[in-house]
């Protein structure tokens, strides 16, 4: 029985420093997932603390679109008009008594604080859009003329995005701004426009990611829906809900993508160390968006020759090797993974490509696994030598 005791006594003393083994051990993988988190993201949103401004935000009355909706809200993020309250009239003696005027008015002037895009000669644009073809810079103007909301991004989209995020760098808020424009205002300013995505025999020509021209369209009242509801309510709806997709689409961009261009930045950088051609890079992190980075920084480093292979390990450790895609192109490799081992797995690929721990290749040869990073690295430089 005292045998029996002591037997119990020391598996309790096991037991509680075992358990105080692993809760430390927790503790300790927490902390250092936190700080990899952190130190992987140093950018958070802040939350305005801005007192309410008593000027006034006129726009037009009557059937609202996501432009002005959009160019309200904008507005309503900085100091001067935080909060302020919005005049909607088509009247012009109402409109002045408007501190500044959106999509209505036929005036466009900074100056004057006037953002209006209807009138005759109008032709007012973002930035040219900047791109590598065969080496050469190549600028083209962008087809779509600014909107009510284009023109209020223009000139305090700035001022938007640096009070939301005022940890970022001047060069990174460059970043932001204009791919804020390029991921989520162009498609409003081109849906208000009038700009076709696809037009006739031509590229595409901007994206639409969200849809927002749509859904705020739908915040109108019908025309036979009874009782007529309030549309100044209705546009207040409007305007959060554009709101709510910008901050999405922004916090994605500086929270996600924008930390994720140094690592990035770091593997076109050490791309030599990885394999001697240079077109093959190592993510040092799985998941993270590096596309558009990837073309970002062959311009800025004047990568020659382009990187053809991106190496990183998926959810499960499966280390894969996917092909860049032809910039601006979804589907066309600038190289993809050789013909025939397109569609085979396993056993059958080892066999075929002559690569130990080949685990599959798509049927499009735009990306590929293997067990091992060398195996996935074999993987690319033999693809390479298929040119």
Request: with cysteine; net charge negative; proline share 3%.
């Amino acid at each position: 029985m005292r045998c029996y005791s002591f037997i119990i006594i020391v598996f309790n003393i096991l037991s509680l420093r075992t358990n105080a083994f692993q809760s430390s051990f927790r503790t300790v993988r927490n902390l250092s997932t936190s700080l990899k988190m952190t130190n992987a993201n140093p950018h958070k949103r802040s939350k305005l603390d801005i007192p309410n401004s008593t000027k006034l935000i006129g726009t037009h009355s009557g059937t609202f679109q996501a432009d002005e909706a959009l160019g309200v809200w904008l507005l309503r993020q900085t100091p001067t008009y935080f909060n302020a309250p919005v005049l909607r009239s088509r009247d012009m003696e109402e409109l002045k008594k408007a501190d500044i005027v959106i999509d209505v008015g036929g005036i466009y002037d900074h100056s004057m604080l006037r953002y209006d895009h209807h009138q005759r000669g109008y032709d007012e644009r973002f930035f040219d859009k900047v791109r590598h073809k065969d080496g050469v810079e190549v600028k083209t103007q962008r087809c779509t003329k600014l909107s009510a909301s284009g023109l209020v991004y223009r000139h305090y989209g700035k001022e938007v995005i640096a009070n939301l995020y005022p940890s970022l760098s001047e060069k990174d808020l460059e970043l932001v701004y204009v791919k804020m424009y390029d991921t989520f205002m162009e498609a409003i300013d081109a849906v208000d426009t009038g700009v076709e995505q696809v037009p006739d025999g031509c590229e595409l020509v901007y994206k639409d990611c969200t849809g927002l021209s749509r859904r705020v369209a739908r915040f109108n009242p019908r025309w036979n829906e009874d009782p007529q509801p309030d549309v100044d309510a209705r546009f207040e709806l409007a305007s959060a809900c554009c709101g709510d997709d910008f901050l999405q689409v922004l916090s994605q961009i500086v929270e996600s993508d924008l930390p994720a261009r140094s690592f990035v930045e770091q593997s076109v950088l050490d791309r030599l160390n990885v394999d001697s051609s240079g077109e093959i890079i190592k993510l040092s992190s799985g998941g993270l968006p590096w596309k558009s980075h990837l073309y970002e920084l062959e311009k800025e480093y004047k990568i020659d020759p382009l990187v053809k292979f991106v190496l990183y390990t998926d959810q499960a450790g499966m280390w894969r090797v996917q092909a860049v895609t032809v910039e601006g192109q979804a589907f066309e490799n600038r190289l993809g993974l050789p013909e025939e081992w397109r569609g085979v797995r396993d056993e059958d690929l080892t066999k075929v490509s002559g690569i130990q721990g080949s685990k599959f290749c798509h049927a499009a040869g735009f990306i590929g696994g293997n067990e091992t990073f060398e195996g996935a690295l074999e993987m690319a430089r033999v693809a390479l030598t298929r040119k």
